[in-house]
């Protein structure tokens, strides 16, 4: 997906050319479908995972986040009954694999914006050494796991996510696509197809974005990969809240010199973005290689 300079600001990435990938996205559905079914036995969900504003359907974050009163950043928390069903989506190969995926294509189609994401959550993850990965395989900090049954979003714009970042999907479970499922940019007037098992890049942060429904009886599970705009704030204001920066003249100005003047900030967070004639020279440049 193209703007009107030729930036990449949206990738529809498909899946790897493995002829048993399906294998894989089907066993990582399985995982989630039985996260899901324990932790309803168990009662283990609070209403805010079952219900909130991008649908009715059970969602799990985990990772490093910033944000929503957080004096510092820190890992998501949970109940200790949350935390097992958690991780055993952590320790599952497939969607180890299906994180790595995501991963590896946001290198691929945004090399510079994956290059700043390296860095900055590097000077991070260095400083605070609390703070865990969820995959040794993935750059990104964070994770949602969309255990459904029934995983169709709202429409929404998910504001607390970096806002010139991209946000890795790969949608599971067992739906017609042709009939449901399809990923609508709405600020892109673009509705498209999204079958199971494949991936997409989507600039969450500052595009409106949702699913149409499926067919009663469908299934839909999803995995998201993201990073709060807050953790880059964090590292550029010296690892300091804009709160905690503002509380001295010395400060604020200093603030105002990192945040810069109205839209330069936004531009550089654009020019980020690859333009699709220069891929392959920003992918020798960041990496020392280009990609057939």
Not at 141 to 163: E, K, M
Not at 181 to 206: D, E, M, R, W, Y
Request: charged share 20%; hydrophobic share 40%.
């Amino acid at each position: 997906i193209l703007d009107v300079k030729g930036r990449i600001v949206g990738v529809l990435v498909g899946h790897p050319n493995d002829p048993l990938w399906h294998l894989v996205i089907n066993d990582a559905s399985e995982v989630m479908a039985s996260v899901q079914e324990l932790g309803l036995q168990q009662d283990a969900f609070t209403e805010n995972h079952l219900s909130h504003r991008r649908g009715d359907f059970l969602a799990l974050p985990v990772g490093a986040s910033f944000g929503g009163g957080q004096s510092v950043p820190g890992n998501l928390v949970h109940s200790k009954e949350q935390r097992r069903l958690i991780q055993r989506l952590l320790d599952c190969h497939s969607i180890r694999r299906i994180c790595g995926f995501q991963s590896s294509a946001f290198a691929a189609f945004a090399p510079k914006l994956y290059r700043y994401y390296a860095n900055t959550l590097g000077k991070l993850f260095g400083k605070h050494q609390g703070l865990v990965h969820n995959f040794s395989n993935s750059i990104f900090p964070a994770a949602s796991f969309n255990c459904g049954p029934v995983t169709v979003s709202l429409d929404h714009t998910d504001y607390g996510n970096l806002s010139h970042g991209l946000c890795a999907l790969t949608a599971l479970g067992s739906y017609d696509f042709t009939k449901g499922g399809h990923i609508a940019f709405l600020n892109f007037k673009l509705v498209v197809q999204f079958p199971p098992g494949l991936t997409a890049l989507i600039p969450s942060g500052c595009v409106a974005h949702g699913n149409t429904p499926i067919q009663d009886g469908e299934t839909r599970l999803s995995i998201t990969q993201y990073a709060a705009g807050g953790l880059f704030r964090w590292v550029a204001y010296g690892f300091k809240s804009a709160k905690s920066i503002m509380k001295t003249k010395a400060g604020k100005k200093e603030k105002e010199k990192i945040d810069m003047e109205d839209g330069v900030r936004w531009t550089q967070g654009l020019d980020m973005f690859s333009k699709v004639d220069e891929l392959q020279s920003d992918l020798l440049e960041t990496f020392g290689h280009s990609i057939d």
